[in-house]
């Protein structure tokens, strides 16, 4: 069936650094992706998203990168910070919506730990 | 700020017990779901719903049941508690709707059957 997975289950950068959290999906009729940071405790919080129409997406210290011939997505963190110490999820959807047109399908996390 | 909420963050249950998981949002969603979060599983899903009344099986409904009376609230029942239920519990809403910000979720219930 189809899958959204991880290449690396756990992160460790030194803080300042930039992150680079992995993503493959192979759902190639997947045209809506998105990225999502987990906290101990908490639930997962939206980061960014990104259409299938685009390669590339910012956000404030973020960049989402899209490339659909080898069907890969990535999460740029800019200048890691303590706080960003998470788990990131990617997910993926087919029909464009987090909704009724296409349930959102989650990678299983890439644990991100920032070193002082 | 919009917000899904869920009742308990902790809960201790019996084996055999009927439970009751509440989720409730604010932001006048269509779609909601609930997923359970094991170590090394990641997120399953386990029932959705688009509208009120209606109700979709997931990857793994068994031993669950949902019920979804009004557009707000979407509630998890479990009808008879088992140790392997023993799991994070997160609910989530969608609206489905441009533009899209994929789901928003709930804080979780760390649910313990004992």
Not at chain 1, 3 to 24: F, M, Y
Not at chain 2, 12 to 34: A, S
Not at chain 2, 41 to 59: A, C, N, P
């Amino acid at each position: 069936g189809e899958s959204v997975g991880l290449h690396l289950p756990t992160l460790s950068v030194q803080e300042g650094d930039n992150s680079i959290i992995n993503c493959a999906y192979s759902n190639s009729a997947s045209d809506y992706f998105i990225w999502y940071k987990q906290e101990s405790g908490k639930g997962p919080q939206f980061i960014i998203d990104i259409r299938s129409n685009m390669d590339k997406r910012q956000g404030q210290r973020v960049t989402v990168l899209l490339n659909k011939t080898v069907k890969h997505l990535s999460l740029q963190i800019a200048a890691t910070q303590p706080g960003d110490s998470a788990v990131y999820f990617c997910a993926e959807s087919e029909g464009g919506y987090g909704g009724s047109q296409g349930n959102l399908i989650f990678g299983k996390g890439t644990k991100l730990s920032v070193k002082p | 700020d919009v917000k899904v909420t869920q009742s308990s963050r902790y809960l201790v249950k019996r084996t055999g017990e009927k439970v009751f998981l509440e989720c409730v949002q604010d932001m006048d969603h269509e779609n909601m779901f609930w997923y359970r979060q094991d170590p090394g599983l990641g997120l399953r899903l386990i029932y959705f719903s688009y509208d009120v009344k209606m109700k979709e099986k997931g990857d793994i409904p068994e031993g669950y049941s949902v019920s979804r009376e009004k557009k707000e609230r979407f509630s998890l029942i479990l009808e008879s508690a088992s140790t392997n239920q023993t799991s994070m519990y997160l609910c989530a809403s969608s609206s489905g709707q441009e533009p899209l910000y994929g789901y928003t979720f709930g804080s979780g219930t760390r649910l313990t059957v004992v």
